[in-house]
T-cell receptor
């Protein structure tokens, strides 16, 4: 059973460009979470999605960041007009449900964004 | 989610048991204790979780005190590859608004040869 798959693993963007990070959840998982880890800092929640719905985006910066989890295909975290402060590791995680059982959250290996 | 308190860092000799403590004195009756770890430059890895009974899997054992105010993660035979930051998190199982994991600073465990 493949784990949470993220790509690209490493991405370099110039200031002002767009970054798109993709996440395929574990098989059978329909809940996706995105976290960000700035250099030398802790993991911070960004957004929680179910298929075609954003449930909680309380941790997303108000501008330039968006996330989606379409009916078909991976979840996408999109960062428009990147700035140096966006350089970080972005982790995707997934769970089977939100209910009483099966909602252990599993993480991918991360996408490392460097803005130059 | 209830707040947890963990030591900032710990050392352990290779081959010995590593015992990582966590205090969660304000834990509620429906909150589980989860442990994750993050090896440098990797994603967080789920280790184990429990409610009130002790739990064991292929990676570790989790000992929860009877009053549930603290717990200990035990790695029975630590290896160099167990060097990582270990996070203790309490979380409601069963939906509601506490679906997400809130990470603190964790404990940096260094396993020495």
């Amino acid at each position: 059973n493949a784990g949470v798959m993220q790509n690209p693993r490493h991405l370099v963007r110039r200031r002002g460009q767009e970054a798109r990070l993709r996440c395929s959840p574990m098989k059978g998982h329909s809940h996706v979470y995105w976290y960000r880890q700035l250099p030398e800092e802790g993991l911070k929640f960004m957004v929680y999605l179910q298929k075609e719905n954003i449930i909680d985006e309380s941790g997303m910066p108000k501008e330039r960041f968006s996330a989606e989890f379409p009916k078909e295909g991976p979840s996408i975290l999109r960062i428009q007009q990147v700035v140096r402060g966006d350089s970080a590791a972005y982790f995707c995680a997934s769970s089977r449900s939100q209910g009483a059982y099966g909602n252990t959250i599993y993480f991918g290996e991360g996408s490392w964004l460097t803005v130059v | 989610d209830a707040k947890t308190t963990q030591p900032t860092s710990m050392d352990c000799a290779e081959g010995r048991a590593a015992n990582l403590p966590c205090n969660h004195s304000t834990i509620s009756g429906n909150e589980y204790v989860y442990w994750y770890r993050q090896i440098h430059s990797q994603g967080p890895q789920y280790i184990i979780h429990g409610l009130k009974n002790n739990e064991t899997n292929e990676m570790a054992s989790l000992i929860i005190t009877e009053d549930r105010k603290s717990s200990t993660l035990i790695l029975p035979h630590a290896t160099l590859r167990d060097t990582a930051v270990y996070y203790c998190i309490v979380r409601v199982e069963g939906g509601g608004s506490n679906y997400k994991l809130t990470f603190g600073k964790g404990t940096l465990l260094t396993v020495n040869p």
